[in-house]
């Protein structure tokens, strides 16, 4: 059981807009740290996709996008495409458990 | 651009300490201010922070973990490293390291997959 919660998966068809939540709680979210998104493809490791709950490192397309509400914060895909295929993770801080946590990942399969 | 890559046994039997080397290349890891972390990821699931450490030696750990974990750092070989003792087969999984600015993940290692089993 993750403290961050995701969808297990989400799909959309080429071109389309998907969204992947992730939801946690007054000690990490909600307590306003900051909330980071990942990209696995398959057999590779992780990838900073999203810092800071919506700026994106050099080289991230603007097709991805991130935002912050409350307890809650969303990765946005517009335009999707075959390689955007992958997992993909957020993580932030909880000051209850002191340390770092992640959410259980979200599958996105392209269509 | 900075460069991280694990080296280490890849089998360890279980009751044994796990122990890995990250090396950083392509900046000094007393440089910035940054912390060196390590994350796992058994096959199939989600990723676990296991801790990080400052160039001072500074470190956190995550709790579930931190009676077996130990992490290091050499800054003359510009290496961490991570132990963990009195394995199971609950600590298979692919270990990275991976460089920390403030708390997200910037730079990571390739992985190494780590089977616990006699």
């Known amino acids: 059981q993750s403290v961050l919660t995701q969808p297990p998966s989400v799909s959309g068809a080429p071109g389309q807009r998907v969204t992947i939540s992730c939801t946690g709680s007054?000690?990490?979210?909600?307590?306003?740290?900051?909330v980071h998104w990942y990209q696995q493809l398959p057999g590779t490791a992780p990838k900073l996709l999203i810092y800071g709950n919506s700026y994106r490192p050099s080289g991230v397309p603007d097709r991805f996008s991130g935002s912050k509400s409350g307890t809650s914060a969303s990765l946005a895909i517009t335009g999707l495409q075959a390689e955007d295929e992958a997992d993909y993770y957020c993580?932030?801080?909880?000051?209850?458990?002191?340390?770092?946590?992640f959410g259980g990942g979200t599958k996105l399969t392209v269509l | 651009q900075v460069q991280l890559q694990e080296s280490g046994p890849g089998l360890v039997k279980p009751s044994q300490t796990l122990s890995l080397t990250c090396t950083v290349s392509?900046?000094?890891?007393?440089?910035?201010?940054?912390?060196w972390s390590w994350i796992r990821q058994p096959a199939g699931k989600g990723l676990e922070w296991i801790g990080r450490i400052y160039a001072s030696g500074s470190t956190n750990y995550n709790p579930s973990l931190k009676s077996r974990v130990t992490i290091s750092v050499d800054t003359y070989k510009n290496q961490f490293s991570l132990k963990l003792s009195s394995v199971t087969a609950a600590d298979t999984a692919v270990y990275y390291c991976?460089?920390?600015?403030?708390?997200?993940?910037?730079?990571w290692g390739q992985g190494t997959l780590v089977t616990v089993s006699s």
């Open positions: 993580q932030s801080y909880d000051s209850s458990l002191s340390g770092v946590v």
């Open positions: 392509g900046g000094s890891i007393s440089s910035g201010s940054y912390y």
């Open positions: 991976a460089r920390t600015h403030n708390i997200q993940f910037d730079f």
């Open positions: 007054s000690s990490n979210i909600g307590a306003g740290f900051d």
